[in-house]
């Protein structure tokens, strides 16, 4: 029944099914976007600059990286007293096998042209991947819930400052393992921020309202 001025909310179970989807989606989105950076040859993200550098050394696909990457970086939660949700485990496997198969689909770019193409849609795709599975609602990520616990379990260490100490960390590791640093780089680290919190708004989950208590006879 509808009544004036409110609008019935959408039952949990279905609200549930497209969370879960959405994040899914999201995640496959997320690894096909690295995927497009990697083959355009003009540098990575951080953590991908770092990905890329232990596959190169170990020989394992960048993909079976990101997976084991992120399950270590998901055990450095226990003493921050995070707690994973259904997303961030999900975070771990799937993004890791959707980077490997489109690997497997894209070849590497070398026309100019193409290399723009690929880290312009890389970027723009990452920001709405990300969107996607933040807007769920269901766990950070391994890597965000790190910082968000840095800067938690730290009350000096404000979340701008820890996700600034761990990017630069896990980027000069990177690079000097080997990983990709270039201009893609840079553009990344500019317009990620900005081109997330575009699509986050749109992408967002609402969440049930609790109905308000009832007044004291």
Known sequence: ?????????????????????????????????????????LGLDPWDVFHQGVARRTGLSFGTVVIITGAAVLLLWLPLRQRPGLGTVSNVVVIGLAADLALRLLPDADAWWLQGTLVAGGILL???????????????????????????????????????????????VGWLLGGAVGGATVLYALGIGPLTQLFLPWLSVPRPVPAPAPAPA
């Open 1 to 41: 029944m509808h009544v004036a001025g409110k609008t019935n909310p959408m039952p949990l179970a279905h609200r549930f099914g497209r969370r879960f989807v959405q994040l899914q989606l999201g995640l496959v989105v997320y690894g096909l976007s690295m995927a497009m950076l990697i083959r355009a040859r």
């Open 126 to 172: 990452n920001a709405f991947a990300t969107a996607l599975y933040i807007g769920a609602g269901m766990g950070p990520g391994p890597r965000d819930g790190l910082m968000t616990g840095l800067a938690g379990r730290f009350p000096r260490l404000s979340l701008r400052l820890a996700r600034t100490g761990v990017e630069v960390a896990v980027l000069a």
